[in-house]
């Protein structure tokens, strides 16, 4: 009857945990930033627009894509430790800011795009 508690009792405390940690082994969901990942695609889509209207030369465009990577890699490193402060939102922002002005800069320059030659029959 002791065997049967003591193994029950170890059974017990065994399942406990191995629960307790494969809850500490799952991942936490990382910080929401809706701001930024909307800000994100709101200036994806200036730079999309820029290149279909010829506003933007390959080189700007590749220049600005390059910009939003670096901003997108200092979103997730500000994530990477499950929380995101006060002082890496402002960066984040200031970030998104210069971008904006960059995009806006090299869409209104006097710089486009070569038009696309047309073949002449």
Known sequence: MKNLRITAAATLLSLLASATWAQAAEPAAPPATPRVDARQAIQDQRIE??????????????????????????????????????????????????????????????????PAATPTP
Not at 81 to 108: F, W, Y
């Open 49 to 114: 627009a820029g290149e279909q209207k010829g506003t933007l030369t390959r080189r700007e465009q590749r220049r600005l894509e390059m910009e939003q990577k670096g901003i997108a890699r200092a979103e997730a490193h500000a994530k990477a430790d499950g929380t995101v402060t006060a002082q890496e939102r402002k960066r984040l922002h200031h970030l998104q800011n210069k971008a904006s002005r960059d995009i806006r800069h090299q869409k209104h320059d006097a710089q486009n795009a070569k």
